[in-house]
């Protein structure tokens, strides 16, 4: 099914499988690398632009839904500018030299074609890619002339293309180097920015528990010193109360603690005396 994409006369106009033109495909990039994620890299010139996507044996043509899983296969802005080659004046720099330079034609069956005047180039065998995806040999394989006729050409390459030629997944392994550079970005971006944030906070509770350690050691300057005891003197006991009977009471003198006897009532109730009372002071 690789072949026939860049046949004149092939067509795909599907929901599915998606839309595609023979006559606009230039070329495609095909190998062991692709073969790991079940597609080919195809680039298509529409008279004014040059663009890319990722062809599979489900959804050949382009499509942003119809690829199993209800996923597709038009890659990112990040990916088609990585694989995507610069294009000036219909001249395409090529990203598997040689040729450097390989110029945009149109031939008689009003078909696209990428030439460097001597052979139309078809595909590209992408043979080895580097741990970033990118290309480190790969051989240029075409036809002496239009619409795949006469002998076969090829051009074989190595030491890195210029951009163009990975084999990821709709991103590819582009992506992922791209995807994982930013990732690896952001974190360290993060990291420092998380550090930053701990220094800060750490030296605001430093300076913090210096302005309090100041604060009370100017207290304590500034607090009296501990209080001097005062002498005990040696508790003196009251001398003992006298007591006397008033001179109209004719009760006896009442020394000390004595409290007057009981007397027995004409009435036969026993009670007690009239209280005694302080000497001078009247009853």
């Known amino acids: 099914w690789m072949q026939e994409l860049t046949d004149s006369d092939f067509s795909i106009n599907d929901p599915v499988k998606g839309t595609v033109d023979g006559k606009n495909v230039l070329f495609f990039a095909y190998g062991p690398p692709f073969e790991k994620k079940g597609q080919i890299a195809v680039w298509t010139w529409d008279g004014k632009s040059l663009s890319f996507y990722w062809a599979k044996d489900h959804c050949p043509g382009r499509t942003k839904n119809g690829c199993q899983g209800g996923g597709g296969n038009v890659p990112s802005w990040i990916v088609s500018k990585k694989?995507?080659?610069?294009?000036?004046?219909?001249?395409?720099?090529n990203a598997f030299p040689p040729p450097t330079q390989l110029d945009i034609k149109k031939g008689a069956d009003n078909k696209y074609y990428?030439?460097?005047?001597?052979?139309?180039?078809?595909?590209?065998?992408?043979?080895?890619?580097?741990?970033?995806?990118?290309?480190?040999?790969?051989?240029l394989q075409g036809f002496e002339q239009q619409g795949k006729q006469g002998a076969a050409c090829q051009f074989a390459g190595a030491g890195g293309g210029t951009g163009a030629g990975g084999a990821?997944?709709?991103?590819?392994?582009?992506?992922?180097?791209?995807?994982?550079?930013v990732c690896v970005l952001l974190l360290f971006s993060g990291l420092l920015i998380a550090v930053c944030r701990a220094k800060k906070s750490l030296f605001a509770d430093v300076q913090q528990e210096i302005e309090?350690?100041?604060i009370q050691s100017a207290q304590v300057g500034s607090r009296p010193g501990p209080r001097q005891a005062m002498p005990q003197q040696p508790r003196q006991s009251p001398p003992p109360v006298q007591w006397q009977q008033p001179a109209t009471s004719g009760y006896p003198l009442m020394q000390g603690n004595a409290y007057p006897s009981w007397?027995?009532?004409?009435?036969?109730?026993?009670?007690?005396?009239?209280?005694?009372?302080?000497?001078?002071?009247?009853?």
Do not use: E, F
């Not at 990428?114 to 052979?119: E, H, I, P, S, Y």
């Not at 990821?168 to 550079?181: E, F, K, L, N, T």
């Not at 009532?265 to 009853?283: D, E, F, I, Y």
């Open 212 to 214: 309090l350690g100041a």
């Open 114 to 139: 990428a030439t460097d005047g001597n052979c139309y180039l078809d595909r590209v065998l992408v043979c080895g890619t580097s741990w970033s995806g990118k290309p480190t040999s790969w051989l």
């Open 263 to 283: 007397q027995q009532p004409a009435h036969g109730l026993s009670m007690p005396s009239w209280p005694q009372q302080r000497l001078g002071v009247p009853p």
């Open 83 to 93: 694989m995507i080659p610069a294009v000036k004046r219909n001249s395409i720099s």
């Open 168 to 181: 990821g997944s709709s991103g590819g392994i582009p992506a992922d180097a791209v995807i994982i550079a």
